[in-house]
């Protein structure tokens, strides 16, 4: 469904990597901590990955200037920002390429 959608400009469209709900000895976390088990079972706050992109933003003589990331990237997002949008069952966000934070690498 999120290949219909294809972004304009420079935005990236991502999907969030939603964090765990219990821990892998099955202990339930309650939604207050989730930011503290986030990092230490091993995910990021505010990551996502990257679903679809646009073909980037002009520049003052029409030339455009491309996005830097591509399908299968995982992200670091900002805590705020971006548009959500929903798409079938699933949960997307766009954001324009210049407030997403970096990419991350095992």
């Known amino acids: 469904?999120?290949?219909?959608?294809l972004p304009t400009l420079n935005r990236v469209l991502i999907e969030k990597i939603i964090p765990p709900s219990k821990t892998n000895a099955g202990i339930l976390l309650p939604e207050k901590s989730s930011k503290a088990s986030i990092l230490c079972c091993g995910?990021?706050?505010?990551?996502?990955?990257?679903?679809?992109?646009?073909?980037?933003?002009?520049d003052k003589d029409g030339k455009?200037?491309?996005?830097?990331?591509?399908?299968?990237?995982?992200?670091?997002?900002?805590e705020y920002g971006g548009t959500q949008v929903k798409l079938g069952e699933k949960e997307y966000h766009l954001y324009r390429d210049e407030d997403i934070l970096g990419t991350l690498h095992d």
């Open 43 to 58: 995910f990021r706050l505010n990551s996502g990955t990257v679903v679809a992109v646009g073909p980037g933003a002009r």
């Open 64 to 78: 455009t200037i491309p996005v830097c990331f591509k399908e299968g990237d995982t992200v670091l997002l900002p």
């Open 1 to 5: 469904m999120a290949k219909r959608l």
